[in-house]
């Protein structure tokens, strides 16, 4: 059986991985955020909200739903972009676990 090099890391770790990942560009923080500011789904064009063509924003809307970050639920013609709570949540959750890890006994000054 062949492993790839994720598989030798623990679950959580490849878990976080893939959340992190999906914040790993400012398009796609900038969707969230902006889903976030609407306080409900959008139905239209996102693609006017940023400074990209279609594909691309297009491309970055796949990442945050293979993420489970978003959903996007078919209504006709077109897409309907929602943030996905539960998940929200549980990136918070994750960050903040492994912020506590990374910050063992306190000894970064964060303030």
Do not use: W
Request: with cysteine.
């Amino acid at each position: 059986m062949a492993y790839s090099k994720t598989d030798l890391f623990e679950q959580k770790l490849s878990s976080a991985s893939v959340l992190f990942k999906a914040l790993a560009h400012p398009a796609r923080l900038a969707i969230l955020q902006y889903l976030a500011e609407t306080k409900a789904c959008m139905t239209g064009d996102i693609c006017d909200e940023l400074p990209l063509s279609r594909t691309t924003v297009n491309q970055h809307l796949k990442e945050l739903k293979d993420a489970g970050l978003i959903r996007g639920q078919v209504d006709g013609v077109k897409v309907n972009y929602c943030l996905d709570p539960k998940n929200i949540c549980e990136l918070g959750r994750v960050f903040k676990q492994f912020f506590e890890v990374i910050n063992v006994q306190g000894t970064l000054n964060c303030k």
